[in-house]
């Protein structure tokens, strides 16, 4: 049915905070039809609709210059709204319902449009062009605006993420409104005034049965909503995004000049391919006990910005006194994900990837971390550091500290751009994340003892399983008669604390298996064992994967990434063979990450292949049974001498239990043990 334009007129004023945003958004796609591979249908012309509410015409010229990014406003609420984990929004069926299509009417928005999903992907990244009149160092004008390898990765990403939910933010405050019955519009306005972005946890175990990448994004290419106008079937706006039209001269990596959608882990090298988001899965549940301990470590053994965010390898700059403390990274952890979720999809490559929806999943749970962690870190902030990398207005060598401009973010409409210091607090864009909400927002500046606490119990409820001091904190809270299988984290939570399933895995062992943990863990403390790694972040023209093995690796190559004795990866997430000078860092531009090894070997003592974690123990066995695969994301295995810079260590260090749920591990320094290469 179409809906009435006077009864659509008469909600005009109650929208005009909106019109900054929808100035930009019109035309709309809609030519494409409202089809199960389109846009929802409203039953009117929207972008008409749009331009008749404002009595301006529509495209960037219209529109008010610079346009300022502040996050979503309060709304109908006066509190900061909080954002919550995916599989937890889809539990409110009136706000999933305005998110699929605020996000739809995102990128449907025609691409010629500052705030279309087209225009704010592309900030990242290709198509390489200026954005809100933000022009390029000379020299800088084929890349993009991001920032890695930088100082800035972590604050500039949290600018963009803001502008991201900004104009979602408006769009479904826009479509809460159309809904026709008044009862009904003011059930969905209500809905819509709490909205923020959902984030995808990557390293919590998912609920019983379902995979670490939800059903949601990566089940089907469609989907049913009911909006203002029915409910209709449309193109999951999680799945995949539509180019329209495609350019295929900004990807300058074939064949992705020749895909019309995003894909993951694509299906062919030609036009035909799809999604082979079943494969994705089965990498990430593979690989998610790696990924899990990889950031409890950072948490408990990283208390340096610099070393914490950035993935750049600059042993000078440690956690502790020993260089090999400084390898991992949360830019290194959000690098594998990239890789493992695109699989040679547009994930794969800097420069493609904020096209796929599943970016800014991904990007808001590095935020949510990058918080956790700044309540555990208050005082450690952005230190003057040269880039490694050129961006859009950033050249190589360059000096970034905490009041370098995030461009192209503009804080007000004077010109002044948001900087690292400006966004230390989250609360100035509006936001809290789900499992924070009883956290004040000061503790992310000053050091608060109960938040701390609070912080690090949630912590080892998430993310704690794999580790040995996880099964140490349970069982010195809890008897030998009521305990948890060893290993097991505690099931309580806090008011603040997000609830997830008991969690069965411990160390990664079956229960039954599991070696007693006298075995393990040697009062107050045990052995953590890593493998660090560095290369040149452009070292083989792209994004490659460091497999690591225990046992031969399989013959079948394309196995490996979800090889049942794989126990971790890590990535390099890097631009493409043809990508401009200006992204590839400087030629001693390292980078580096770790892939842990404890809980691997707690399995071999279950096994019975090892007597404990000592190194006289573990030592010998990891020299004749670890193993590594050098491969690239398009399957071509490569060797060391082919990869510039590359280095694979093992190490171990001492760590002392934490006495309770509210304390993390504390690591002594690493010691280099032998080098693979």
């Known amino acids: 049915m179409n809906l009435s334009r006077s009864r659509l007129a008469s909600t005009a004023k109650a929208w005009l905070n909106l019109v900054a945003v929808v ?12 089809a199960a591979d389109g846009p929802y249908d409203y039953g009117f012309d929207v972008d008409r609709h749009l331009a008749d509410r404002r009595g301006l015409q529509s495209g960037p010229a219209a529109a008010p210059a610079p346009f300022v990014v502040h996050g979503a406003p309060g709304g109908l609420h006066t509190t ?133 990448l939800p059903g949601s994004v990566g089940g089907s290419p469609f989907v049913d909503v009911s909006g203002p106008n029915g409910v209709q079937r449309i193109a999951n706006p999680l ?74 390898w600059i042993p000078a700059v440690s956690s502790s006194s020993s260089p090999d403390n400084a390898f991992d990274s949360l830019e290194s952890l959000h690098d594998t994900i990239h890789t493992l979720v695109g699989l040679q999809g547009h994930m794969t490559w800097i420069p493609f990837s904020a096209f796929d929806p599943v970016f800014f999943l991904h990007h808001c749970m590095v935020d949510r971390i990058f918080a956790l962690w700044q309540i555990l870190n208050p005082a450690s902030w952005v230190q003057p550091t040269a880039a490694a990398l050129n961006s859009f207005t950033t050249s190589i060598g360059q000096m970034q500290d905490a009041q370098t401009p995030l461009t192209p973010f503009f804080r007000d409409s004077n010109g002044t751009f948001w900087t690292s210091d400006a966004v230390r607090d989250m609360g100035v864009f509006g936001y809290t994340y789900d499992d924070m909400t009883d956290f004040p927002l000061s503790s992310l500046t000053v050091a608060n003892a109960t938040t701390q606490a609070q912080v690090k119990a949630l912590i080892n409820e998430l993310y704690g399983a794999f580790s040995p001091a996880s099964s140490g904190v349970v069982a010195s809270r809890e008897s030998s008669s009521s305990k948890n299988a060893a290993g097991q984290p505690s099931t309580e939570t806090s008011s603040s604390v997000r ?114 974690l000592s190194p006289s123990v573990v030592e010998p066995y990891l020299r004749t049974q670890l193993h590594y695969g050098l491969i690239t994301t398009n399957g071509t295995v490569m060797v060391p001498a082919e990869t510039a810079g590359l280095g694979i260590t093992v190490g171990s260090a001492a760590v002392q239990m934490p006495s309770s749920t509210e304390e993390l591990p504390r690591w002594g320094d690493v010691e280099a043990s032998f080098s693979l290469i």
């Open 23 to 34: 100035v930009f958004l019109v035309p709309l796609c809609w030519s494409i039809g409202a």
């Open 499 to 612: 609830a997830s399933p008991p969690t069965p895995e411990g160390l990664g062992v079956d229960p039954q298996k599991r070696p007693p943990r006298s075995v393990v863990v040697h009062e107050p403390s045990y052995w953590e064992w890593v493998v660090n790694i560095h290369a040149e972040k452009q070292a083989l023209g792209g994004s490659f994967f460091v497999h690591l093995f225990l046992g031969a690796p399989p013959t079948d190559t394309s196995t490996w990434a979800y090889a049942a004795n794989l126990v971790g990866t890590m990535s390099v997430f890097a631009s493409p063979a043809g990508a401009p000078a200006g992204m590839v860092p400087r030629s001693n531009g390292h980078t580096a990450g770790t892939v842990p090894l404890t809980s691997a070997l707690a399995q071999k003592m279950a096994e019975g292949e090892l007597a404990d």
């Open 239 to 312: 799945y995949s995004y539509l180019f329209k039209p495609l350019n295929s001269t900004m990807f300058i990596e074939p064949p992705y000049d020749l895909w019309l959608t995003t894909v993951r882990a694509p299906t062919a090298p030609d036009a035909s391919a799809g999604s082979n988001n079943t494969l994705v899965s089965l990498v990430l549940d593979r690989n998610r006990p790696s990924i899990q301990q990889r950031l409890y470590n950072l948490f408990a053994n990283y208390h340096n910005y610099s070393t914490f965010g950035n993935e750049a």
């Open 80 to 212: 900061i709204a909080a954002r919550p984990e995916i599989r937890q929004l889809e539990t409110n069926p009136d706000l999933w319902t305005l998110y699929l299509l605020g996000l739809s009417m995102m990128q449907y928005t025609d691409q010629s449009q500052l705030l279309s999903y087209y225009q704010i992907a592309g900030i990242h990244g290709v198509p390489w062009v200026e954005w809100n009149g933000v022009a390029a160092t000379p020299g800088n004008e084929n890349t993009g605006y991001c920032t890695h390898v930088s100082e800035l990765f972590l604050t500039w990403h949290r600018a963009y993420l803001a502008l991201y939910e900004q104009v979602l933010y408006s769009l479904i405050q826009y479509i809460a409104s159309l809904y026709p019955d008044e009862t009904t519009r003011r059930r969905y306005q209500t809905a819509a005034a709490a909205f923020r972005i959902p984030y995808m946890d990557w390293a919590a175990r998912p609920p019983a049965g379902e995979s670490v």
